[in-house]
């Protein structure tokens, strides 16, 4: 099992540029998860979903769009790239969302300029 | 929603010693506590977790400690090593994850 993979490693985008991060897991895991980590501080939650064809907002949405057309995939797309979105961006998943471990991607480091 | 505190910030503990960091939570309806322990420049790694319906539960050198009544948990490190060196998360929570703010725990050697 790969686990769960993240696309790209690195990116730098320009104020104003959109783009789609890429998420994948083969465990057959029902809940997905995208957190943002800004530098020094904890993870933040942008959007889950349960399961294919269903996502929900977490703390930190604006800005960005998931879907959930399979169970092995969970893009997140940025439109309109701004300075503030510069983060390292973590993708997870878990078999329940209660109580359920999550599994880490390795993460997404970008570069809004 | 749920509010996770998580103290102190920084913890700097002499080789051998044990380390101990404390979170609090808001929300009564949390009922899954893990802890990650994320090196740099990797991804968080749970460590340990521990479910409402139990008071306490170790794992070789951790341990964690959960009161739902005062709403905090914390995390135990005994005979700690410098590879245990790392920024420690605690989260809250049920469907989601609330994330405290981290722990930089540093073994001195």
């Known amino acids: 099992n790969a686990g769960v993979t993240q696309t790209p490693k690195f990116r730098i985008l320009k104020i104003g540029q959109s783009m789609t991060l890429q998420c994948a897991q083969d465990m057959n895991h029902n809940y997905m998860y995208w957190y943002r980590q800004d530098p020094g501080m904890g993870l933040k939650l942008i959007y889950y979903s349960v399961g294919a064809g269903i996502t929900d907002k977490g703390e930190v949405p604006n800005g960005y769009n998931v879907s959930r057309s399979t169970t092995e995939d969970f893009p997140l797309r940025l439109e309109l790239a701004a300075p503030s979105q510069t983060s390292v961006y973590f993708c997870?998943?878990?078999?329940?969302?209660?109580?359920?471990?999550?599994?880490f991607g390795p993460g997404t480091r970008l570069t809004v300029t | 929603g749920e509010n996770v505190e998580q103290h102190p910030s920084t913890l700097s503990v002499q080789e051998g010693d044990s380390a101990v960091i404390k979170c609090t939570y808001s929300?009564?309806?949390?009922?899954?506590f893990p802890w990650y322990k994320q090196e740099l420049g990797k991804r968080p790694q749970l460590i340990i977790d521990i479910r409402s319906n139990v008071g306490e539960k170790k794992d070789q050198r951790i341990a964690v400690t959960l009161n739902k009544t005062a709403k905090h948990f914390s995390l135990h490190i005994t005979e700690t090593q410098p590879e245990d060196s790392a920024v420690y998360f605690c989260?809250?929570?049920?469907?989601?994850?609330?994330f405290g703010s981290g722990t930089q725990l540093t073994v001195l050697p």
């Open positions: 989260a809250a929570g049920t469907r989601q994850l609330t």
């Open positions: 929300d009564s309806a949390s009922n899954y």
């Open positions: 997870a998943s878990s078999y329940t969302g209660d109580r359920g471990e999550q599994y």
